[in-house]
């Protein structure tokens, strides 16, 4: 509190004249419970008050009338008055101690007397401490008229610009509830065009509000028009009224304006929603999007390595079985393909297809040789406890049942080793499945189809497991 009492403020007259204003002293206020209403043995301590005095100046706030609704006429003339006390405490400042000029930079805090255009701008540090004081809404109704990254004339300029807006659209230009998300509509611009907010306000002043708020990108040439020329376009106190400014239309014309509004900020929401959830979220996606292209380009190499499609030509049907059946073990689903037309045998395709890119992300993940197991290797040995993928038929016998020129029945008999995964399961002592062995009986139809025997259908009986 000794820096705020330090701190001088300063009340600028019409006339370049500069005052400073030096607070005098502090004193504590502490309100009795009589007047709070307050129980002070119930409550503990009550809410006190620090008054800083100095010299009086009489006067209104500025945020109170820009932002009042029947005033047009004297918020210009208060913004008027505001943008030339700015430049005389720049010039001021710019000649006696150049780099020292300390204001807060938008309208909050300053008092303005209407009569002789004196605006007293109170010390800074004091007047952030009161808004602190008043609460979050206070500091955040202040911010909707300072932009957090610029200084100097370009931050009078934006304020300047911010304030015309308020004083022609009725709104804020930038009206969010949240402090991170309203300095990020600062600096992205995210506002309705003037023109869209106030129908038939002036283009001339249109271009200028939009001028003086929009962020400037590096590669623009365009540049924030100064507070000299705001002030030259609006012109001196008195001057051009705020009802010159707005050009009278049509109910039609009007309700056209009001749907291009509204369309506009469907749109804009729309786009600036898209827009951070991509920043905010841009690590995860762009992880997300390089494992897609990994797995992507894994697959198809995969696949490319089998471009040499199967086909069945020269087999009998008692060979295409044989084939099929043979493919299971080593997980050639394009020859399974080869060997069955329509859906015949979709979900024993759809299973090794699985297995199969399950397998090789596993072993691109545990960087492992290999991480599948033939089933016979297994039972071979005894049926170890192990981690790779046990997948096989086992024990197949074909019989033919019918055979003509067109058509062929067979019935084929297996055992089925499929992971736990795959199956009703055991456990082992440490809680991985175990793989399963499924008996089946298929009786399978057979058709000629363009020079080659294929499975039409298969009908399976499967009603074990050991």
């Not at 306000?201 to 590669?219: G, K, T, W, Y």
């Not at 399950?358 to 040995?381: C, H, N």
Request: one cysteine or more; charged letters at 25%.
């Amino acid at each position: 509190m000794a820096m705020a009492i330090t701190q001088p403020g300063f009340i600028v007259y019409p006339d370049n004249r500069i005052d400073t204003w030096q607070g005098g002293g502090v004193a504590e206020q502490r309100p009795s419970a009589a007047r709070t209403g307050q129980d002070s043995t119930a409550s503990g301590f009550l809410p006190e008050t620090m008054i800083v005095w100095g010299p009086l100046f009489p006067g209104e706030e500025l945020t109170g009338i820009i932002t009042a609704s029947g005033r047009k006429d004297e918020a210009l003339d208060a913004l008027r008055f505001w943008l030339k006390a700015r430049m005389i405490l720049k010039q001021g400042f710019s000649e006696k101690n150049p780099g020292q000029e300390s204001v807060f930079p938008g309208p909050a805090g300053a008092l303005i007397s209407v009569g002789s255009g004196a605006i007293f701008f109170p010390p800074p540090r004091l007047l952030k401490r009161s808004l602190d004081a008043e609460g979050a809404e206070a500091l955040l109704e202040a911010e909707r008229y300072v932009h957090p990254d610029l200084e100097g004339t370009e931050s009078v300029s934006f304020s300047a610009g911010a304030m015309l807006y308020r004083i022609f659209c009725d709104v804020p230009p930038f009206p969010g509830d949240d402090e991170n998300e309203l300095r990020q509509d600062i600096r992205e611009g995210n506002f309705i065009p003037p023109e869209l907010a106030a129908p038939g306000l002036d283009p001339e002043m249109s271009e200028l509000i939009s001028s003086a708020m929009n962020p400037l990108r590096n590669n623009e040439t365009k540049k924030r028009p100064s507070p000299e020329a705001i002030s030259g376009c609006i012109g001196p106190s008195g001057s051009k009224s705020f009802s010159s400014w707005i050009k009278p239309l049509e109910e039609k014309e009007i309700s056209r304006i009001r749907a291009d509004h509204e369309q506009f900020a469907k749109k804009k929401a729309l786009s600036v929603k898209r827009r951070r959830f991509v920043n905010r979220n841009a690590a995860i996606i762009t992880g997300s999007l390089v494992a897609v292209i990994f797995l992507l380009l894994l697959v198809r190499g995969i696949i490319r390595g089998q471009a040499e499609k199967p086909t069945t030509m020269g087999m009998n049907p008692f060979e295409v079985a044989e084939t099929y059946y043979g493919s299971f073990g080593i997980m050639d689903h394009a020859t399974m393909e080869a060997c069955v037309t329509g859906r015949a045998g979709k979900g024993d395709i759809e299973m090794v297809v699985n297995l199969f890119v399950i397998g090789k992300v596993r072993q691109a993940y545990e960087i492992s040789q290999d991480t599948f197991m033939p089933v016979q290797e297994w039972l071979d040995a005894g049926r170890p406890d192990t981690d790779k993928t046990v997948f096989g038929i086992t024990g197949l016998s074909i019989t033919i049942l019918s055979e003509d020129r067109e058509n062929a029945s067979l019935e084929a008999e297996y055992v089925l080793w499929v992971p736990g995964a795959f199956a009703e399961q055991d456990e082992r002592e440490d809680g991985a499945a175990r793989p399963r062995g499924l008996a089946s009986k298929d009786k399978l139809s057979f058709a000629f189809q363009k020079g080659a025997w294929r499975i039409t259908g298969i009908e399976r009986d499967s009603d074990s497991l050991y």
